[in-house]
């Protein structure tokens, strides 16, 4: 299988569950072949956690891992619910790990900004190095990790910025809003029709490949070449980002390293086997509007990171 067949078969049966979310859905696709995480931002009530399940459900996980796992967070929620903790047995008095829901292939950090830093902050090691460190235990997480959190904006009541350090470990931030009037009308007609999203399984979602399979796609990914003119174009636009007279603070280094990779598998999905800048261009926004802080009176004129971004693009010239 490749990149292009996985992406448009994953397309198809997500649409049997999914409206209007084929950009959305298709960047979760793009960043479970780069080894990527997603954060996910939208009101209550628009498939930020369905677009994570039915991602979850394509993947044929070994019957020894868990396939798919939801951690709610909560203002009371402990880094040992996440990672997990040593548990001791009186009878042997010995102690044996009992693993977190962080040990998972498809793990879905649901309203992850509900929870304080110090809860928060129990992913970044999962998120960067894949593996967790327990009582001074390091633990390898899945080959096949993605961390996919949703999160309410954070103006709204009983929510709590994430860390900085935290949110640059995304590699996308996907923004959901309410779908048209046609889309909702669609969702209604699909449950009136009998549509269970608690039964993905029975509204079709089956799994399209296994592990290896991922493992292998990743590596045809990885192939994709990279002019280096075009290397020197993204490096440019996460530079850009950092003197643009509305932004405090912009793209790591990073920044560029995901606009690499995000390049690329978008290129792989269009069955390409080398990065153009319109790869570039179109991955932009979603790796970037997570990575730059405005200026707070920038923020007061209705300035978002998508406009700088759009200005960025119309200004760094573009490799022939």
């Not at 949703?150 to 996907?174: C, H, M, W």
């Amino acid at each position: 299988m490749t990149p292009a067949e996985f992406y448009a078969g994953a397309l198809e049966r997500g649409r049997r569950v999914l409206v209007e979310a084929d950009e959305p859905f298709g960047l979760l696709l793009g960043a479970l072949l780069v080894g990527g995480n997603v954060l996910i931002e939208g009101v209550p009530g628009t498939a930020k956690t369905l677009m994570a399940r039915s991602l979850a459900c394509l993947v044929d996980g070994a019957p020894s891992e868990r396939r798919f796992s939801r951690i709610q967070f909560t203002p009371d929620l402990m880094p040992s619910d996440i990672l997990g903790t040593n548990v001791f047995h009186a009878a042997s008095a010995t102690f044996t790990f009992r693993a977190g829901p962080i040990f998972a292939n498809v793990v879905v950090a649901d309203e992850v900004n509900r929870a304080p830093a110090k809860t928060q902050s129990a992913l970044l090691e999962a998120m960067e190095e894949h593996q967790v460190t327990v009582e001074g235990q390091r633990m390898a997480l899945p080959p096949v990790f993605v961390v996919v959190a949703t999160q309410n904006p954070v103006e709204f009541e009983g929510t709590y910025p994430l860390p900085e350090a935290q949110v640059d470990r995304f590699l996308f931030k996907v923004l959901v809003e309410y779908g048209s009037a046609e889309a909702e009308r669609d969702v209604v007609l699909r449950h009136q029709a009998g549509l269970q999203v608690t039964d993905l399984a029975a509204a079709g979602l089956e799994p399209i490949i296994d592990l290896e399979g991922i493992l292998d796609l990743r590596r045809q990914v990885g192939s994709v070449r990279v002019d280096p003119s075009v290397a020197d174009y993204l490096v440019a636009i996460g530079r850009a980002s950092r003197g643009m007279p509305e932004v405090q603070y912009g793209a790591s280094v990073r920044g560029a390293l995901g606009l690499l990779q995000a390049s690329k598998v978008m290129a792989a999905f269009a069955s390409r086997e080398y990065v153009t800048p319109d790869d570039v261009k179109q991955v932009a926004a979603p790796v970037l509007r997570h990575r730059m802080v405005l200026k707070p009176e920038a923020e007061l004129d209705g300035i978002r990171p998508d406009d700088v971004i759009a200005r960025i693009l119309a200004s760094v010239p573009v490799p022939r």
